[in-house]
């Protein structure tokens, strides 16, 4: 396994077919990247909106909501550049399976682990996917492009598990972190590899 893998916690690599085909479908990838910036904005908000007295999540995540944003309108200005048009959201099937594993009912609060747990699990598959980017398309100037953004995601990676670790057990975080890891590790094992999406 990439040592770089391992870095973020991930149990899975990218399949290396991934990069290649991102490049084919250079377009595509950045439709897709648009929305999932839009929708990472959303996330943020979400979570303020459901949890307004932890006073750290909202002060943490706000700034988080104008980034997010911000790489959304990046995203769009380089497909503007190039001549593609944003194109329709697809639905997002990796996150969709994530949502699935989360637990439902009870006390709001048992819920707000697993949300910043699968929000930590999808910036850390989307910093990997973008250094794979950064180091294996061709153009140089899409390389320094997705590079600033995997600098990005990783610290939003970070700052999600230390978000649980704030309001919850460490050891409990732990536990749940290593259960998450292998539930997004068989997710992606079984999805097909395609380059036409992020995740």
């Known amino acids: 396994m990439s040592s770089k893998v391992s870095i973020l916690g991930l149990k ?13 479908t250079l377009d595509e990838i950045l439709t897709d990247h648009a929305f999932c910036e839009q929708k990472a904005a959303t996330a943020c908000i979400s979570l303020i909106q459901r949890y307004p007295g932890k006073t750290r999540l909202v002060e943490e995540l706000a700034p988080i909501v104008t980034e997010e ?3 959304f309108r990046q995203v769009l200005a380089e497909m503007k550049k190039r001549g593609y048009p944003l194109g329709r959201q697809r639905k997002d099937l990796y996150v969709n399976e994530l949502l699935k594993h989360a637990k439902k009912g009870g006390h709001p609060d048992d819920q707000l682990l697993d949300q910043l747990l699968i929000c930590a699990l999808i910036e850390a598959r989307s910093c990997e996917r973008f250094r794979l980017l950064s180091e294996g398309l061709e153009d140089d100037y899409m390389k320094n492009f997705y590079y600033k953004f995997m600098v990005s995601e990783a610290g939003h990676y970070r700052l999600f598990i230390d978000l649980a670790n704030e309001y919850f057990d460490e050891e409990r975080v732990r536990n749940r972190w290593q ?3 292998k539930i997004e590790a068989d997710i992606l094992a079984n999805m097909d590899v395609r380059g036409d999406r992020m995740h």
Do not use: Q, S, Y
Request: hydrophobic share 55%; no cysteine; net charge negative.
């Open 12 to 24: 899975l690599p990218t399949d290396p077919r991934w990069v290649n085909l991102a490049a084919i």
């Open 179 to 181: 259960e998450w890891l």
């Open 69 to 71: 944003w911000g790489h």
